[in-house]
T-cell receptor
Framework: SAVISQKPSRDICQRGTSLTIQCQVD?????MFWYRQQPGQSLTLIAT?????????ESGFVIDKFPISRPNLTFSTLTVSNMSPEDSSIYLC???????????FGPGTRLTVT | EDQVTQSPEALRLQEGESSSLNCSYT??????LFWYRQDPGKGPEFLFT???AGEEKEKERLKATLTKKESFLHITAPKPEDSATYLC?????????????FGKGTLLTVNP
């Protein structure tokens, strides 16, 4: 397993601004992911954060809107840019430890855009 | 398109009243099915992985089973602390194992 922390745990932001969410893991992991969980919806994968290279985005998500950094094997950030109320959601990071089949999730960041 | 459907959307039980949650999936070549528990304001907590039809996993009052089309999460004599949203997920067909399709979850409430 892995212990994952996220900052901030929640935030209320103005339309048009940006928020950067941090994800810290207690051990080195190759595979790190960012998800979005909108109210009443299932978790949706935004992108895979690749250490040392650009993130790999899923259909419907673009780098300009959700830039991701992965400077090392224990840390990643997700920025939600030029926010609108439709970006209000819970953002979660997860990791897939080496040799594990299952992902482990952080506590999430609850974002409200007004 | 891969799909995961969970039912019911919500379930209310009395303490001690056993029941089952359902997760049906359509995916080509199942490469595992995952169950998670999510408490309000928290991230999903891993419970079980099932890989083949007929497989069963148990943890305390929970037992997960898998067939070729669906999985069940059986809850025996639940307690109020079992109240949570239960999510299931499968790896996307044709892609890497780590790209998961999640169901919307079942919100379980256990009353004392």
């Amino acid at each position: 397993s892995a212990v994952i922390s996220q900052k901030p745990s929640r935030d209320i932001c103005q339309r048009g601004t940006s928020l950067t969410i941090q994800c810290q893991v207690d051990s080195q992991v190759t595979m790190m992911f960012w998800y979005r969980q909108q109210p009443g919806q299932s978790l949706t994968l935004i992108a895979t954060a690749n250490q040392g290279s650009e993130a790999t985005y899923e259909s419907g998500f673009v780098i300009d809107k959700f830039p991701i950094s992965r400077p090392n094997l224990t840390f990643s950030t997700l920025t939600v840019s030029n926010m609108s109320p439709e970006d209000s959601s819970i953002y979660l990071c997860s990791v897939l430890p080496q040799g594990a089949g299952e992902q482990y999730f952080g506590p999430g960041t609850r974002l409200t855009v007004t | 398109e891969d799909q995961v459907t969970q039912s019911p959307e919500a379930l209310r039980l009395q303490e001690g009243e056993s029941s089952s949650l359902n997760c049906s999936y359509t995916v080509s070549g199942l490469r595992g099915l995952f169950w998670y528990r999510q408490d309000p304001g928290k991230g999903p907590e891993f419970l079980f992985t099932l890989y083949s039809a007929g497989e069963e996993k148990e943890k305390e009052r929970l037992k997960a089973t898998l067939t070729k089309k669906e999985s069940f999460l059986h809850i025996t004599a639940p307690k109020p602390e079992d109240s949570a949203t239960y999510l299931c997920a499968v790896p996307n067909s044709g892609g890497s194992n780590y790209k998961l399709t999640f169901g919307k979850g079942t919100l379980l409430t256990v009353n004392p």
